[in-house]
């Protein structure tokens, strides 16, 4: 579907109410929904589209998957909690999960951004530098 940029701006706008302290409020999320269903301005399909995708960025902005060979101490998790809350801005919804397949070292998603400590990524490296 494509979306008139007149919907966008509107979407965008939509998507600053619903903002606090930098945060996506989900109960003002769903009451801006309400509304633009109940009103039915021109191009609310579009808007509610485009709304849906900023909406989905900035929950995968917002979220951060270590993976890691073996079990992360208590500590450990700690120091990285805070790291990617200086780093990311607080807000940031993290899960550990153990993946024996990296060998050694850990995997860090957030959003787009990839930090890949891992022993297979450098192995991966290391064959196709051959």
Known sequence: MKVSKQAKREAKELFR????SGLLDDNRARQAIRKVI??????YLGILSHFARLVKLDTEKRTAKVE???PLSPELQGRIQTDLART?????NITFTQ???L???MRIHVGSDVYDGSVQARLSALQESF
Do not use: Q
């Open 88 to 92: 990311y801005g607080r807000g940031l």
């Open 99 to 101: 993946n024996p397949a």
């Open 17 to 20: 109410t619903c903002l606090v």
């Open 68 to 70: 890691s060979a073996a």
């Open 38 to 43: 109940e009103s039915k301005p021109r191009g």
């Open 103 to 105: 060998i050694g070292g």
